[in-house]
């Protein structure tokens, strides 16, 4: 689970961009080194899908964003009275377990986040 540095005190968004390089890297390597296990990422990324930093983590193809299916119904952030994508999971490509197609979900409580957060929730189903 992560959280990435708010795009409020990173507006250039260098230290995310180095967070999700890192995690990459990491993610990466605990996939190569447990090649049957079951490896997810995810959390509040505090980025869009569009941005530098979704890209950096995207890179070399080893994780599936697995909402990237929800299209513009994965947003989990309201600002600025439109919801954003800024949290995600991802599934490591090391080849055990799957996303089961279809199953992710943005659960809130009303319009805004889950529970009384300022983000809604975003579920997966994964098999192993």
Known sequence: NAHFVSKRTDEDGMWRTAEAHAAREIISAVGRAHPNALVIFG????????????????????????????????????????????????????????????????????????????HAALIAEFEF
């Open 43 to 118: 959390g509040d990324l505090n980025d869009t899908p569009d941005s530098d930093t979704i890209h950096t983590l995207e890179q070399g193809g080893k994780l599936q964003r697995v909402a990237a299916e929800l299209g513009e119904n994965a947003g989990t952030h309201l600002y600025n009275e439109k919801l954003q994508a800024l949290d995600h999971i991802y599934l490591v490509n090391s080849g055990s377990g799957r996303y089961v197609s279809g199953s992710a979900q943005v659960i809130r409580t009303g319009t805004r986040g889950l529970a009384g957060s300022d």
